[in-house]
């Protein structure tokens, strides 16, 4: 097996990660003189901001993941090929991934982060994390599949286990799944399973710190927790999860909470390649780079997005691992590698920060944008404008549009489907 790409007189940029600042980027360099590879896992980029609408039966998946090769239909001298990069050999520019070594010119690093399990084996083995859309997709299995033994449960301390969620994390991600599982519970719980006691169906969000959405504004993290209150969901804060044993969540007071669905949001740690010197990498393995995002000690590789830490006067422990960063970064660096290519100088890094925005359920969400702080209906407004914008494709856009009025007017959508391959269900 091997990578099977021609050898040009073109200079080869080779980019991992099709993700927000991998995809930015390579759009960048489209038709720009240099051979373009895309090595990316999956064969298709996914929109991580609505996932969690995929995981509670809001959208299908293929409305919020675009398949690469369709993007690149009709680039010149622009290759993408589905493997797993597993080292970085900088000394002889080459990256060994699934499918054979590749060389390389230039490489940009942009691959992302994966879940944070501080170490702990139970967790990783049983919690539900929600990073792809294939890790949504389970989410989606096990909820419903959940809803379903709860029915037939002859064991009450069994059934309470079923219908007890517990999501750890307390940031956008856990506020916004939280939101919507509330929502469930009121509108699809009623009307899917009549004969099932909704006021068993418990939610529990909890966060180790004093406050929810941490990055966010006070307005924002206080706001955010009235709505959850008055949805009904159990905030739990400052309360650290120890361990998960036996369906039991035990935190580190001593105190324990039953459940069979743990949804682990708590945390990111970047994704690590062997043979890549280990003094780079600093605070949750990310990569130190310069405000050129270049790597140091070498001329020729680069790491942008969630994947690097860059300091600048304004974000002295780094940027915020959010899509406005990997963009902004992937848009410069495609520009400064052309400057450099001409020998001229490249532009520091700056981020502008377009604001932080988080929804919790119908007509609620949180906005910090600049100096305007809103919470509410016109911040909803906002988060459903600013998301059905950056969906790529326009039928993704239409799907997601129709989707969210659907739903909207009827308190409905109709995905609510289990489905395992056959090899999984076996
Ligand atoms: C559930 C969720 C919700 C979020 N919501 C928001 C939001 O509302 N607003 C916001 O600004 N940010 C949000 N974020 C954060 C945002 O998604 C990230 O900051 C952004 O995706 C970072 O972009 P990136 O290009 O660095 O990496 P990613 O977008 O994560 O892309 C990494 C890519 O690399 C590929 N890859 C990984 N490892 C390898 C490998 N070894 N070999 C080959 N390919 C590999 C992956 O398949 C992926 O395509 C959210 C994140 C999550 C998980």
Not at 46 to 56: G, K, M, R
Not at 110 to 121: S, W
Not at 131 to 149: G, W
Request: hydrophobic share 45%.
């Amino acid at each position: 097996m091997s990578f099977n790409i021609p050898k040009t007189e073109k200079k080869r940029v080779v980019i991992v990660g099709g993700g927000f600042g991998g995809l930015k980027l390579a759009n960048k360099l489209k038709n720009s003189g240099f051979q373009v590879v895309l090595v990316d896992k999956n064969n298709y980029h996914q929109f991580l901001p609505l996932i969690y609408q995929v995981a509670s039966a809001g959208l299908e998946p293929s409305s919020i993941s675009f398949p690469f090769r369709k993007i690149f239909q009709k680039w010149e001298d622009f290759y993408f090929r589905m493997a797993e990069v597993n080292a970085i050999v900088a000394e002889e520019n080459m990256i060994e991934a699934s499918i054979g070594d590749l060389y390389y010119d230039y490489l940009i690093i942009a691959a992302g982060t994966v879940t944070n399990y501080f170490g702990n084996k139970n967790i990783e083995n049983a919690a539900l994390p929600m990073k792809t859309v294939t890790e949504a997709l389970l989410m989606r299995n096990v909820l419903l599949s959940n809803f379903e033994k709860a029915l037939t449960s002859d064991c009450p301390e069994e059934k309470q286990a079923l219908l007890n969620i517990v999501i750890v994390g307390g940031g956008a991600t856990g506020v916004e799944i939280s939101g919507v599982l509330s929502e469930m519970k009121r509108f699809i719980l009623p009307k899917d399973y009549p004969d099932l006691d909704r006021k068993q169906m418990n939610i529990y969000l909890v966060e180790a710190s004093s406050k929810l959405l941490g990055v966010m504004s006070a307005n924002a993290s206080a706001s955010a927790e009235k709505f959850l209150k008055d949805m009904g969901v159990n905030v739990l804060l400052n309360k650290k999860v120890e361990n998960y044993e036996n369906d039991k969540v035990i935190f580190d007071d001593g105190s324990v909470l039953l459940t069979k669905t743990l949804i682990w949001v708590s945390g990111v740690t970047a994704t690590t390649f062997d043979k890549l010197d280990p003094a780079l990498l600093t605070r949750g393995r990310r990569i130190q780079v310069n405000e050129y995002n270049k790597l140091e000690g070498s001329d020729n590789i680069f790491a942008i997005g969630d994947i690097c830490l860059q300091t600048e006067e304004n974000y002295p422990n780094g940027h915020p691992q959010v899509a406005q960063v990997a963009i902004q970064q992937g848009e410069l660096l495609a520009d400064n590698i052309l400057k450099i290519e001409k020998g001229q100088t490249p532009v520091a890094f700056h981020y502008r920060d377009l604001g932080s925005l988080a929804t919790v359920g119908r007509n609620r969400a949180v906005a910090d944008i600049k100096k305007i702080r809103t919470q509410g209906w016109i911040a909803w407004m906002i988060w459903l404008i600013i998301h059905l914008r950056s969906i790529l494709g326009v039928r993704n856009k239409l799907v997601v549009l129709i989707n969210w009025v659907w739903n909207y007017i009827t308190y409905d959508q109709s995905l609510r489907l289990i489905l395992f391959t056959q090899k999984k269900k076996r």
